[in-house]
């Protein structure tokens, strides 16, 4: 590492979205900053996620704020590092009287705020693809980015444009301020923040585990729909209601949660829900799975992906819709939405534990590196 003596105020470990939101909050600040990778890019959930920046549906109280705030950041970084954003907006249909009920209470709560219903037969008619519902939610808050690309960019723009130090490549073997041990070198800081995803045994393994954290292993898919279709937003069904928080923790959801297990055990023996958002080249992101254990599942399973596709089907009616690839992820996963930590003075660690890293990584980062200027 040729410029190691240099040392800097921060060195964030990780390149995944917390370690970029991390650096660039920094940077803001002021600080010299640079980032430490293991591998020679991002290839972790990061890159693997659908690029949903999702508000609506994300945990009540602070989790939700994080996510507001981190969309209005999403907005005003993107087009300075060159990311596109893809589409705005999320449309949940309701299919079920109880999933309507879900809808009408959020509807009631601060969080509907902003949020509208749409005519579900004129959208119908308007998106002939569209199944029958008897709702139609629509949340302006949400934006997509393609991460496997936006990510990439971010650190580019984090190098070149503002300065920030990236060495790949290279993973970090032990951190005692000011120094920062790495396989090829050592680095000095006067502050670290370590955001490791779901690598939970290389740096303060013991820490990590006061957070009860298990692997959760997600199935993906590129779905070509076939046909000619502008989707202009997310798309999510019922069983997203039972799944995301900001719903699923609603008196009114326990009623549909008794009808989907009667009517859906298969998807939800396998975490399944749907999300379903559009790449520029108007291929499909769909998915997902959700699967537990103490470590990353290796293998996708064609049983999962079928039932994955159903869903999809009961939403969008497109008979020629076609899997072009597909991909596993993995994140970190716990009870509480976010684990963070100080393991010794200048220090903070941090891990998004609620599958939602992209929605409230520049929050979540503030907080971290808060944590550590602390002390
Ligand atoms: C399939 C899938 C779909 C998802 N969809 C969404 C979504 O639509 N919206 C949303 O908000 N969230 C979504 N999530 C969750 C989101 O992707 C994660 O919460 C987020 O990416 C976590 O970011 P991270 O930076 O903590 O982890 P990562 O992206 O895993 O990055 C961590 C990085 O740290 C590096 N690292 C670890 N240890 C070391 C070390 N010792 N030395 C050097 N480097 C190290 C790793 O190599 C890695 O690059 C999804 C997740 C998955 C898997």
Redesign the pocket.
């Known amino acids: 590492m040729s410029n190691m003596k240099l040392g800097y105020d921060l060195v964030v ?7 970029l939101a991390t650096a660039w909050t920094a940077r803001r600040r002021g600080l010299r900053v640079a980032v ?4 020679a890019k ?13 508000v609506t549906g994300q945990r009540r109280g602070e989790h939700w704020r994080r996510a507001q705030d981190t969309a209005a950041i999403w907005r005003e970084v993107a087009p300075q590092a060159g990311i596109g954003v893809v589409h705005e907006g999320l449309h949940v249909l309701a299919q079920r009287p109880e999933a309507v009920a879900v809808l009408e209470a959020f509807m009631a709560t601060e969080m509907g705020e902003g949020c509208r219903w749409v005519d579900a037969k004129q959208a119908q008619r308007d998106w002939p693809w569209l199944q029958p519902g008897m709702a139609l939610l629509h949340s302006p808050h949400e934006c997509r980015v393609e991460s496997r690309d936006a990510i990439p960019r971010l650190s580019q723009w984090l190098e070149h444009s503002l300065g920030v130090d990236f060495y790949w490549n ?4 032990g951190i005692h301020l000011p120094h920062i041990n790495t396989s090829r070198g050592s680095l000095r800081a006067e502050y670290g923040v370590v ?5 939970l045994n ?2 303060f393994p013991l820490c990590l585990a006061q957070a009860g954290i298990r692997q959760c292993t ?1 199935q ?1 898919m590129r779905v070509s729909p076939g046909q000619a279709l502008h989707l202009s937003s997310a798309f999510m069904s019922d069983l997203s209601l039972i799944r995301y928080e900001g719903y699923a923790d609603l008196p009114e959801a326990t009623p549909l949660k008794a009808r989907l297990l009667g009517e859906q055990a298969a998807h939800l023996a396998q975490g399944i829900h749907l ?1 379903v958002v559009q790449s520029a080249d108007g291929s499909l992101v769909v ?2 799975s959700h699967v537990y254990g103490d470590a990353e599942a290796p293998f996708a399973s064609a049983a999962t992906e079928n039932l994955i596709m159903d869903e999809f089907h009961r939403v969008l009616n497109l008979p020629k819709a076609s899997v072009i690839e597909r991909w ?4 970190a996963s716990a009870q509480d939405v976010v684990f963070k930590a100080q393991p010794s003075p200048r220090l903070a660690l941090g ?2 534990t609620g ?7 520049f929050a979540f980062a503030r907080e971290l590196l808060d944590l550590a200027m602390s002390s």
């Open positions: 470990v990780g390149a995944g979205i917390i370690g430490v990778e293991r591998n991002a290839i972790g959930a990061s890159v693997r996620n659908f690029g949903f920046i999702t290279t993973p970090v073997t955001c490791p995803g779901n690598d290389a740096l997600l993906m999300i998915g997902d596993t992820g993995s994140y891990v998004v599958g939602t890293g992209a929605s409230t990584s």
